[in-house]
């Protein structure tokens, strides 16, 4: 059975970022995943939570999410 074309929904970018409700775009920070014991308390810190994505790279995560309710 075929299914039908259309647009979808780039599900690897769906995971990383995440839209606000004023249509801001959040990732998490890279190096947080493993060697964490050769980084100090504050480096470890400061890689916790999210941060906004640069307003360059933003186009491209929104091509890759087109069901985003943006603007």
Same mark, same amino acid.
């Given at each position: 059975?075929? /299914? $039908?074309?259309?647009?979808?929904? /780039?599900?690897?970018? =769906?995971? /990383?970022?995440?839209?606000?409700? #004023?249509?801001?775009? %959040?990732?998490?920070? =890279?190096?947080?995943?493993?060697? &964490?014991? +050769?980084?100090n308390? *504050?480096? /470890?810190r *400061? %890689? =916790?939570?999210? #941060? &906004? ?8 995560? %929104?091509q890759? %999410? $087109?069901? +985003?309710?943006?603007?």
């Amino acid at each position: 059975m075929r /299914r $039908p074309k259309g647009i979808k929904t /780039r599900k690897a970018v =769906a995971k /990383r970022f995440k839209i606000t409700a #004023t249509g801001k775009i %959040l990732r998490s920070s =890279a190096g947080k995943r493993h060697l &964490l014991q +050769s980084k100090n308390a *504050k480096r /470890r810190r *400061k %890689l =916790a939570g999210t #941060t &906004l994505v640069h307003e360059r790279d933003q186009y491209k995560i %929104l091509q890759n %999410l $087109p069901f +985003s309710h943006r603007g």
